[in-house]
């Protein structure tokens, strides 16, 4: 059974930092592509940074370019968002999401593989 499992949400301030981790199992984390969205009340999903496990390559998108980092420690399954500078528009509930198959949308989310369930973020000002 795959599964996404994300944790680190909470509760800061605007300019404080925040981890969130999703670990994976039930399928190999060597070769796919995982990444982080967003949606905060009343908006859209959006998309907020992927990386490749084999080659580490990252995308960030420009909300949050600056201030996230993604990266991954594929002996543990695990891919970290590191979010610093918070502001109160980045408050969302968090997805994580894997793409193993290589055919999904990652402007829309559309064709994920599977997703994990959300993680809530909040920031105040």
């Known amino acids: 059974e795959v599964q996404l499992q994300a944790s680190g949400g909470g509760s800061v301030q605007a300019g404080g930092s925040l981890r969130l981790s999703c670990t994976a199992s039930?399928?190999?984390?060597?070769?796919?592509?995982i990444g982080w969205f967003r949606q905060a009340p009343g908006r859209k999903r959006e998309a907020v940074s992927r990386?490749?496990?084999?080659?580490?390559?990252?995308v960030v998108e420009e909300p949050v370019k600056g201030r996230f980092a993604i990266s991954t420690d594929n002996a543990k399954s695990t891919v970290y968002l590191q979010m610093n500078s918070l502001k109160p528009e980045d408050t969302a509930v968090y997805y994580c999401?894997?793409?193993?198959?290589?055919?999904?949308?990652w402007g829309t989310g559309y064709d994920m593989d599977y997703w994990g369930k959300g993680t809530l973020v909040t920031v105040s000002s």
């Open positions: 039930g399928f190999s984390f060597d070769d796919v592509a």
């Open positions: 999401a894997v793409d193993i198959l290589g055919a999904a949308d």
């Open positions: 990386i490749s496990t084999y080659d580490g390559t990252a």
